[in-house]
C-alpha cells in the first residue's frame, strides 16, 4: 500500500520553529520531486515548497522565502520541511505530495503534477 505519512505538526507559539517530516512506504521517492502544500480553513489549498529529486532544485512560495527551508532524504526515503519564524498566518494543515516516477526534474509548483498525497499534518501558530 503507498502511503505518504505527514508528521511533526502541532502548536506553536508565533516567532517559534517546527520540522514537519513526510515518510513514504510503498513508493520510493527516488526520481521524484516532492512538495509541500497547505490548507487553511476556509481557503484553497496552495503551493508552500518543492525540491526535485535530486535536491538540487528548490522552489518556495514568496511568503515562506527566508523562512521555510524544504529538503530531502533519499536513503531515508523521506522530505522534510524546516519552518522557522513562524506566522499566524502559517496556521494551516501542511500535506506533502509525490510527482509521478521520472517526473521530479524540477521543483514543480502545481498541484495537478502530483500523484500521490500524504494525509496532512495541522499546525497552528497562536500565543
Known amino acids: 500500500q503507498v502511503q505518504l505519512v505527514d508528521s511533526g505538526g502541532g502548536l506553536v507559539q508565533p516567532g517559534g520553529s517546527l520540522r514537519l517530516s513526510c515518510a513514504a512506504s510503498g513508493l520510493t521517492l527516488s526520481r521524484r520531486a516532492m512538495g509541500w502544500f497547505r490548507q487553511a480553513p476556509g481557503k484553497e489549498r496552495e503551493f508552500v515548497s518543492a525540491?526535485?529529486?535530486?535536491?538540487?532544485?528548490?522552489s518556495y512560495a514568496d511568503n515562506v522565502k527566508g523562512r521555510f527551508t524544504i529538503s530531502r532524504d533519499n536513503v531515508k526515503n523521506s522530505v522534510y520541511l524546516q519552518r522557522n519564524s513562524l506566522k499566524p498566518e502559517d496556521t494551516a494543515r501542511y500535506y506533502c505530495?509525490?510527482?509521478?516516477?521520472?517526473?521530479?526534474?524540477?521543483?514543480?509548483?502545481?498541484?495537478?503534477?502530483?500523484?500521490?498525497w500524504g494525509q496532512g499534518t495541522q499546525v497552528t501558530v497562536s500565543s
Open positions: 505530495a509525490a510527482t509521478p516516477k521520472y517526473g521530479g526534474s524540477y521543483a514543480y509548483t502545481g498541484p495537478s503534477l502530483y500523484e500521490y
Open positions: 525540491i526535485a529529486w535530486s535536491g538540487g532544485s528548490t
